[in-house]
């Protein structure tokens, strides 16, 4: 019986290979900062020509930096930190020959990495629909795969990880009977540890007869980013955004526009946790802009 999963602790420091730091921090990995006009992040490195990318996130000391890759077809999550003022190459920390990893999240914590994946429940067997795991972060590197359960995870799909500072877990879901296709927005409190209470979808403010999915919950819940595909949009999918009012609902979500879409593919929106910096995928790269744009929406 083959070895499911490998995991890889990173432990051993390094230098990104041909990448001079451009700043005088080496924080976001020593990239220039980006104004208001979205570039790739770390081109040759992290956004590569002819591979694709996806989720990304930054710890919040932003010391760490998770992100996915296809690779033959397969998901995988990767992995850099810094090391003595100098960041790691990225390794490959959660992979298969069979299975995908994609979209990690960190748990506002950070005790545990989130993220989506068509292995089984069992260590064998045949891919299933994308379910919620988590590993834990332990004295001695993370812990294996652990299912999210029930209360969020279906015998449908579910995509993408997001939660706001109080743990409450956002994320997408086609479990709708009448369209496959359909993909909505819920979301599910925690319910003690490790636990959630059944999740809730969106109201239409959100949700549409349409395609909403890869949604990043703002910390304070002020605010939340989607990819849509609807008739209205740009390309295959675009990012729009929602604000909640002063009684709790939600402003009818809108397109982030052509500063951020284009006739490609938006998708996998992050914002970091000192507010100042929105990740995206888009056309396959890793792609981020000064947050201000979120302010210039409201």
């Known amino acids: 019986m083959k070895t499911l999963l490998l995991l890889l602790i990173i432990t051993l420091p390094g230098i990104v290979s041909g990448q001079k730091q451009k700043t005088d921090t080496p924080l976001y990995l020593g990239e220039k900062r980006p104004g208001t006009t979205p570039v790739k992040f ?13 989720g990304s996130v930054f710890s919040r000391n932003g010391q760490e930096f998770y992100f996915a890759v296809d690779t033959a077809g397969r998901a995988e999550i990767r992995f850099m930190h810094l090391n003595k003022g100098k ?3 990225p390794k490959r920390l959660v992979f298969d020959n069979t299975f995908s990893f994609n979209d990690p999240m960190l748990s506002p914590d950070e005790t545990k990495l989130f993220f989506i994946s068509d292995r089984p429940l069992a260590a064998t067997g045949e891919k299933k629909d994308y379910d919620i795991w988590y590993m834990e972060r332990t004295a001695n590197g993370w812990s294996k795969p652990i299912n999210a359960g029930t209360a969020i995870n279906s015998d449908k799909n579910e995509y993408y990880i ?26 599910a409190s925690p319910a003690g540890q490790n636990k959630f209470k059944n999740a809730v979808p969106l109201n239409d403010s959100v949700n549409s007869s349409y395609y909403e999915a890869d949604v990043f919950i703002a910390g304070d819940k002020s605010y939340l980013i989607f990819c849509g595909d609807n008739p209205d949009g740009l390309g295959r999918g675009d990012l729009y955004i929602s604000f909640k009012k002063a009684d709790g609902t939600w402003t009818k979500a809108r397109s982030m526009g052509k500063t951020i879409n284009t006739e490609d593919h938006e998708l996998c929106p992050f914002v970091t946790a000192d507010g100042k910096y929105l990740f995206y995928t888009s056309n396959q790269d890793i792609y981020w802009v000064d947050a201000s744009i979120i302010n210039k929406l409201r």
Do not use: C, H
């Open 162 to 187: 997001s939660f706001s500072k109080d743990g409450t877990i956002y994320y997408s879901s086609n479990r709708d009977p009448r369209n496959e296709w359909n993909y909505n927005i819920l979301y």
């Open 42 to 54: 770390a081109p040759g490195v992290i956004s590569v020509v002819g591979r694709s990318e996806f």
């Open 87 to 89: 960041w790691t190459k």
